[in-house]
């Protein structure tokens, strides 16, 4: 997972349904011409079929594989995806991603835990942290608002500082 | 405790792979194969053919996943008959252990041979692969990794990892919090986008 | 069962401590918290879904948020609230990484899991909780709408559907697992091709998932 995902590559998705829509219509003429009689067309039509076959793993692993990416986009970046990786996602794809937030966040809530905190197990409660850009205001749980500016350093609860450390916006100082 | 390694089996991995990128790559290399029977309309499969039809005879280096449709026993006849003894195995590259397993699934006759020398082959590449990613913990691995497998790539990163991991315990830097490296990525992106 | 003072605090809710009841409810929930951990593991190391343990996680959740708002009358920069606040953050965190262990593979595996669900008898538990089969279904169909629009309704006629036999991810049963034996077991068959073994308590072996299956679910293995 690098946080990269090239654009949806509808010209070629398009190329490759072609090719089968041709295969399939061969396939069926030479069908038809075996019906009417004709032997030894069956070798080709076998081989065209394995190729349509071939074609269809191709296309359902790609977008199979993006479709993977993309959910891993929602524990990386949050609901909201940043508009030039947003750009790289055809509509389709956007849609599942809405989905998938949404079926999530009603699992989520059904059960009472955020899956997507709590992601490493907590050695301490509290942590030395460093802004590393400006965030504005930030209320931790006991009341107290903290002011981060970039190149402040801070020392808050590890609970409400891990999303910030996921995001960039905090550095984790040891 | 068990001695020696279980026998090598096959099971059928196409369930587990479908979907799997790699299993699609290393299904893609060539092998040779004889054609049995001649094939109407496909004569462009075969660069050296001047007919609209494949003959029969003819010599053709397939990809690995239409080979194996295709010599199944057609009909009566076998359709192509893929020749184990011309493959070089050592040209295969990234793919070797992958494409090698894929090979058995034909009914060769050399397929144990085949089988037990890829398992010695791996097996005595992996204690140098073991003994490399101990002790090349922050070094420019491309050099050694150069030259192997992709199976064996992921290998010997299992075991910087956990070398890099034990030392970054060692030395009480496991609790260190740190940004998604999808986030770093992006904002690297970002950043040289804007420059 | 003796307890300090602290835990007394940590698993009954109640600052002081005495009373039978009460210490019924600090043994059960140190051991059921014992119980999440060894279900945590479990779940980690094998390759397909276990059976739901929702009871356990809905009892810590529970422990948690009342330990929550004892802390929340205790004085601010008390160091002993320090700790048991660490100790919330850990049940949270051992809950969080289940919850989503047994997420990731009813999502890797979201047609395989539904197949097994709709074969199972009624006498039989399901491995989902109710929640889990909700979400198991929409993921599946998020997915084949996926499919569908981009792909799959443009191939030929005959194309259209997905293969259940080939194109269905599934566990594999025979990834090697490693794992500690709990109770002794005579003669167990490990390898077909091998003669049958006997498990000794305490031992730890690594072998086939596939074929210490029903002994991890039968409680006599554990995983590591």
């Known amino acids: 997972m690098d946080g990269t995902l ?57 977008i199979y594989n993006r479709m993977l990416r993309i959910k891993g986009l929602r ?24 989905k998938y937030n949404k079926s999530l966040a009603t699992y989520m809530r059904t059960v009472g835990l955020d899956l997507t905190q709590d992601m490493k197990p907590p050695k301490s409660l509290y942590i030395e942290v460093r802004c590393l850009e400006d965030y504005g205001e930030f209320e931790t749980e006991d009341g107290t608002v903290v002011l981060l500016k970039k190149n402040s350093q801070h020392f808050l609860p590890r609970s409400h500082c891990e999303h910030l450390i996921r995001q960039g916006i905090l550095e984790h100082i040891l | 405790m068990a001695s020696g390694a279980p026998p090598l089996r ?164 496991t609790s260190k919090l740190t940004t998604s490296e999808t986030v770093v990525n992006h904002k690297k992106r970002k950043r040289s986008m804007l420059e | 069962m003796a307890q300090s003072e602290g835990d007394d605090f940590l698993l009954s809710g109640e600052a002081t401590g005495g009373g039978d009841s009460e210490e019924e409810i600090e043994v059960t929930a140190a051991e059921v918290l014992v119980q999440l951990e060894d279900a945590w593991l479990n779940e980690k190391f094998a390759p397909e879904l276990l059976e739901n343990k929702a009871d356990l996680v ?75 089969l909700q979400y198991a279904k929409e993921y599946a169909d998020n997915m084949e709408g996926l499919f569908k629009s981009l792909a799959l309704q443009h191939m030929p006629a005959n194309m259209q559907n997905i293969d259940r036999k080939k194109a269905v991810p599934r566990p594999n049963m025979d990834k090697y697992v490693f794992m500690k034996v709990l109770e002794n077991q005579e003669q167990v068959m490990i390898d077909p091709e091998e003669d049958p073994i006997d498990l000794e308590s305490g031992a730890q072996h690594i072998m086939r998932y596939s074929a210490i299956a029903p002994l991890l679910s039968n409680g006599s293995v554990s995983l590591l």
């Open chain 1, 75 to 98: 524990w990386e970046f949050g609901t909201v995806l940043p508009e030039d990786i947003k750009y790289n996602l055809c509509e389709q794809e956007i849609q599942w991603f809405t």
């Open chain 2, 10 to 173: 096959s099971h059928p991995s196409s369930e587990l792979d479908y979907f799997d990128i790699d299993d699609i790559i290393a299904t893609q290399g060539r092998i040779p194969s004889k054609l049995e029977v001649q094939i109407y309309n496909l004569g462009f499969l075969d660069p050296s053919s001047e007919g609209n039809d494949l003959q029969a005879g003819a010599k053709l280096e397939l990809p690995l996943w239409l080979s194996k449709e295709l010599s199944y026993k057609d009909g009566y006849r076998e359709v192509f008959k893929a020749d184990a003894s011309v493959v070089d195995l050592h040209r295969l590259g990234p793919y070797f252990y992958e494409f090698g397993t894929k090979l058995l699934h034909f009914d060769f006759e050399e397929n144990s041979q085949m089988a037990s020398s890829m398992q010695e082959t791996f097996i005595k590449r992996f204690r140098k692969i073991m003994d490399s990613s101990q002790n090349a913990a922050n070094e420019d691995a491309s050099l050694l990794t150069s030259k192997l497998d992709h199976i064996e790539k992921q290998v010997f990163s299992a075991g910087r990892k956990g070398v890099r991991e034990f030392l970054q315990w060692e030395t009480g830097n």
């Open chain 3, 58 to 132: 809905e009892c810590m959740l529970d422990q948690i948020k009342e330990m929550a708002k004892n802390l929340k009358k205790v004085k601010k920069g008390d160091v002993v609230a320090s700790l048991h606040k660490l100790e919330i953050d850990r049940i949270r965190y051992v809950l969080s990484s289940y919850t989503r262990t047994r997420i990731e593979k009813i999502e890797k595996h979201v047609v395989h899991v539904l197949e097994q669900e709709a074969a199972r008898e009624e006498s039989e538990p399901s491995r989902l909780s109710p929640e889990e």
């Open chain 1, 6 to 62: 090239p654009p949806y590559n509808e010209d070629l998705v398009r190329q490759v349904l072609e090719e089968m829509k041709i295969l399939f219509e061969q396939n069926q003429k030479e069908v038809a011409l075996t019906v009417d009689g004709e032997t030894g067309l069956f070798s080709g039509v076998h081989l065209r079929h394995a190729s349509l076959e071939r074609n269809k793993r191709c296309l359902l692993s790609y």
